[in-house]
């Protein structure tokens, strides 16, 4: 069984920084990429960020510079580390874990920026 459990969210002010976590079992989370999308109410889910097995990262255009995403093999777990946030980021946050087609998604963690 899959799990991927996500947490870390809540309210914070625009300016300030959250730090999502993402905890991954029933995976060989060491050969698998990882990564994170989020939706905003009436909006699409749209890609945020994502990481490879070796490390390499990609971003989505309106995070880079402010979000990093990083992964710990040891404890099986990727993270989010998002600074300078803005209310435009105010979404809920999914983990994903492997490639397109087979990708498998934790249930999500709500990020709220106030303004």
């Known amino acids: 069984q899959v799990q991927l459990v996500e947490s870390g969210g809540g309210l914070v002010q625009a300016g300030g920084s959250l730090r999502l976590s993402c905890a991954a079992s029933?995976?060989?989370?060491?050969?698998?990429?990882m990564g994170w999308y989020r939706q905003a109410p009436g909006k699409q889910r749209e890609f945020v960020t994502g990481?490879?097995?070796?490390?390499?990262?990609n971003y989505a255009d309106s995070v880079k510079g402010r979000f990093t995403i990083s992964r710990d093999n040891a404890k099986n777990t990727v993270y989010l580390q998002m600074n300078s946030l803005k209310p435009e980021d105010t979404a809920v946050y999914y983990c994903?874990?492997?490639?397109?087609?087979?990708?498998?998604w934790g249930q999500g963690t709500q990020v709220t920026v106030s303004s």
């Open positions: 994903y874990a492997g490639p397109l087609g087979i990708r498998k």
């Open positions: 029933g995976i060989r989370f060491s050969s698998t990429s």
């Open positions: 990481i490879t097995r070796g490390g390499s990262t």
